[in-house]
């Protein structure tokens, strides 16, 4: 049987309908059809509902997917085990409440794949319902307090400076180098796309940002990392930190970390309380971070 080219990776957390209707839009793409992409599902979800399980088991069966369980949940950890298990030279990633209507939607992140110099991609990102949110130049460009809408709803191809988890593409071998996503953004996993746009362009890598890859995102407010079983807010904390403390310095350190403190501690206790526990998930993330051992995202290279 033939090498797939490209691997379609979902990774998955107690989705239902919404996970088969991705799936379903997957299976369509022009290259699965013939064969040149496989889809990996890894799903972490702790139970399923019956139909869910058929159809999922179906497909593994039928070999038109592959179906990987794992546990423990943690978003990061499943992205890699779905890149050591791929078999494409080119890693498309999805969330598992997206639609796509694109039938072009892989070459479209070949092509961009294909650009001399290009380590990564991220596809253009709709959601139903709204208006795309768009820039005119410096696509991906957070500012230097996080807060910059980096535009990835816009209609024009170009440079971009960062990533966005639902929709982007690697060549594997620069994933594979930079050491895989960083397993320590757990659960919700905030700035886990930031983090890995950061250390491939240390690494030499430019970015892309291709229109033509383009698919709707859902959002959807169950599953994923939305689910209410996760204290995101304090998540977003100290994943905001570790973003900040591995990959930023000087004054663009300083004004991030003063706009975590001022947005997510001191306006969020304002609107929604809990501002002594937000302190210190602020102070505690602060001296996690610090302890942590050097640098090393995943305890090793995934080959």
């Given amino acids: 049987m033939q090498k797939p080219d490209v691997t379609l990776i979902v990774a998955t957390y107690n989705r239902e309908r919404l996970l088969l209707d991705t799936v379903q839009d997957l299976l369509r793409l022009t290259g699965v059809r013939e064969g040149a992409a496989e889809i990996l599902v890894v799903d972490q979800s702790t139970s399923h509902q019956d139909a869910t399980s058929q159809q999922l088991l179906h497909w593994d069966q039928s070999g038109v997917i592959r179906w990987m369980r794992t546990a423990p949940p943690g978003l990061t950890r499943a992205r890699n085990i779905g890149l050591a298990a791929s078999q494409g030279d080119w890693v498309i990633f999805v969330d598992d409440d997206v639609r796509i209507e694109n039938a072009g939607f892989i070459g479209a992140h070949v092509a961009a794949l294909q650009k001399v110099g290009v380590g990564a991609a991220v596809g253009r990102i709709l959601v139903p319902g709204q208006p795309p949110l768009t820039v005119s130049r410096d696509i991906g460009n957070l500012g230097y307090f996080g807060w910059r809408e980096p535009g990835f709803g816009s209609d024009w191809n170009g440079p971009t400076a960062t990533l966005r988890g639902c929709n982007m593409s690697f060549k594997k071998a620069a994933l594979n180098e930079v050491g895989g996503f960083d397993e320590r953004y757990t659960r919700s996993a905030f700035r886990e796309d930031t983090d890995i746009s950061y250390r491939l362009r240390r690494h030499g890598y430019a970015l892309w940002f291709s229109a033509d890859a383009w698919l709707y ?77 050097p640098w090393n995202p995943t305890r090793g290279r995934i080959s």
């Fill in 217 to 293: 995102h859902l959002g959807a407010p169950e599953g994923g990392t939305r689910d209410q079983s996760i204290a995101v807010d304090f998540d977003l904390i100290l994943n905001d930190i570790r973003f900040a403390m591995r990959n930023l310095a000087g004054f663009s350190k300083l004004a991030w970390l003063a706009r975590i403190y001022g947005s997510r501690v001191i306006k969020a206790g304002l609107l929604r309380g809990q501002g002594t526990q937000r302190h210190h998930a602020f102070v505690r993330g602060m001296l996690d971070i610090a302890r942590e051992l």
